[in-house]
């Protein structure tokens, strides 16, 4: 069974940065697309970003020139670094990995962005 660990979430002011973190008990090379996915209250849950097993990253709209995901596989770890961080931001954020088994989240780590 994989587990995704995330951490780095917490409360930050409009204009702020945080990094989150995502640790899986598995090397992540075998996963052919990893991302980070947000769901504010009363929201539905959406894409935030991914990065492939080669390295190509893929951003929602809303986020791209302020969010940076990447990828150390020799940590096994999957980052995405939040710049200029906006209200809107605030929503539990999980890490997602696919491979040919199958698909696998993490349990969440709350990000709040408030003055």
């Known amino acids: 069974q994989v587990q995704l660990v995330e951490s780095g979430g917490g409360l930050v002011q409009p204009g702020g940065s945080l990094r989150l973190s995502c640790a899986a008990s598995?090397?992540?090379?075998?996963?052919?697309?990893m991302g980070w996915y947000r769901q504010a209250p009363g929201k539905e849950r959406e894409l935030v970003a991914t990065?492939?097993?080669?390295?190509?990253?893929n951003y929602v709209d809303s986020v791209k020139g302020r969010f940076t995901i990447s990828r150390d596989n020799a940590e096994n770890t999957v980052y995405l670094q939040m710049n200029s961080l906006k209200p809107e931001d605030t929503a539990v954020y999980y890490c997602?990995?696919?491979?040919?088994?199958?698909?696998?989240w993490g349990q969440g780590t709350q990000v709040t962005v408030s003055s």
């Open positions: 997602n990995a696919q491979n040919w088994a199958g698909e696998y």
């Open positions: 990065i492939s097993s080669g390295g190509i990253t």
């Open positions: 598995r090397i992540i090379s075998g996963f052919h697309i």
